[in-house]
């Protein structure tokens, strides 16, 4: 059967992971959040007081990006890829509300998005590729065969982030949460440089109020229709 690519775009918080990650297991397909490889990036920045008091210090940044290995292996426990960054494992450390509050400044400088871009189209070269985040099928992947575009209430989106978080006993409190959610979404979608927007070409899905398993049901059937055109 022809593997093809599919790109999953959408606002923060809106259960793209967990749809993409659910559909390549299902059809056997690599699965990647490029969100993650842009925490990896604000984690690093965080972690090597690159950031400092909310300032990027970017020609630092820019100088050490060649430091920044980033690498995904697949953790069979959680049935999904871990990301990993020089070796060592940062799943956890990425998904932080700090990590959360500095990642979108981050990724919207030119020489981060530079890099990742390349890296994700290199991982996708040979297709049989689910990847997820905010420009995969306008400047990733402009030729994957399926594309969605996904999006739900903010008010929905900072819930469920909310649920996530505490389920990890990490302390928040919402008011902060649908604050970070409702900064994001301003700046993904106003950068200058490939900014959230729907591809022309691409499926929406407004999952606010539907079960995972509606969603995943969705879209197999999405999914099915791409493979038999
Ligand atoms: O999981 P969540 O929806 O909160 O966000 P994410 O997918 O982990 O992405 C974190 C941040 O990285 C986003 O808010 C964007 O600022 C940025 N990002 C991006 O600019 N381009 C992508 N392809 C993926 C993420």
Redesign the pocket.
């Known amino acids: 059967m022809k593997k093809i690519t599919i790109a999953v775009d959408g606002f923060?918080?809106?259960g793209?992971?967990t749809m993409a990650k659910d559909l390549a297991k299902e059809i056997g397909y690599v699965y990647v959040?490029?969100?993650?490889m842009?925490?990896t990036v604000a984690l690093y920045a965080l972690e090597q007081g690159i950031i400092k008091e909310g300032k990027i210090d970017e020609d630092r940044l820019k100088q050490e990006m060649g430091n920044i290995n980033i690498s995904f292996h697949f953790n069979p426990q959680r049935g999904r890829p871990d990301t990993y960054l020089n070796g060592q494992c940062v799943e956890d450390r990425i998904r932080t509300l700090e990590v959360?509050n500095h990642?979108?400044p981050i990724?919207a400088l030119g020489f981060v998005r530079e890099e990742m871009v390349r890296q994700q189209q290199r991982m996708g070269e040979e297709g049989g590729i689910i990847m997820?985040?905010?420009?995969?099928g306008t400047t990733v992947f402009p030729n994957a065969e399926l594309k969605i575009f996904v999006t739900a209430s903010a008010e929905i989106r900072a819930q469920r982030?909310y649920d996530e978080l505490t389920a990890k006993g990490e302390s928040c409190n919402m008011a902060d949460i649908l604050r970070n959610v409702e900064e994001?979404d301003y700046?993904?979608t106003h950068r200058e440089i490939s900014p959230l927007c729907q591809a022309a070409d691409a499926l929406v899905l407004d999952n606010s109020h539907m079960t995972i398993e509606e969603q995943k049901q969705w879209l197999i059937r999405a999914y099915q229709h791409a493979i038999e055109k």
């Open positions: 923060s918080s809106c793209k992971s959040d490029s969100g993650a842009y925490r959360s990642v979108s990724a997820d985040g905010r420009d995969i982030r994001r700046i993904d």
